[in-house]
């Protein structure tokens, strides 16, 4: 099983950056798909990006495509959310979740993530 703690966050304003990082503990790091949630106040919990176990593929919602780099190190167990052009509307509390690559690519499977982190914040003020 991995543990995930997410870290990062925090106050930025309109068009500036941060890089948000998932570190994990656990034998199976390497061999699990990652990604990054979101959820805004008052809004479900949505997906953001997500990256496969060698790294060689990424997917990302269509909102931060261009803005957003997911990545991973599996030598640190450690995954990275890049995120450029920073909006408003990206402030929320992002979690980081494992799993398998299908239960990220198909929304409908999203719901059977059973690995998460405890979230941390971003602010983005314009």
């Known amino acids: 099983q991995v543990q995930l703690v997410e870290s990062g966050g925090g106050l930025v304003q309109a068009g500036g950056s941060l890089r948000l990082s998932c570190a994990a503990s656990?034998?199976?790091?390497?061999?699990?798909?990652m990604g990054w949630f979101r959820q805004a106040p008052g809004k479900e919990r949505e997906f953001v990006a997500a990256i496969s176990w060698s790294g060689r593929s990424t997917y990302y919602t269509d909102s931060v495509e261009g803005r957003f780099r997911i990545s991973r190190d599996n030598a640190k167990n450690t995954v990275y959310l890049q995120m450029n052009s920073l909006k408003p509307e990206d402030t929320a509390v992002y979690y980081c979740a494992a799993g398998d690559w299908v239960q990220f690519r198909v929304a409908t499977m999203r719901k059977d993530l059973e690995v998460w982190g405890q979230g941390t914040l971003v602010t983005v003020s314009s």
């Open positions: 656990g034998r199976t790091f390497s061999s699990a798909t």
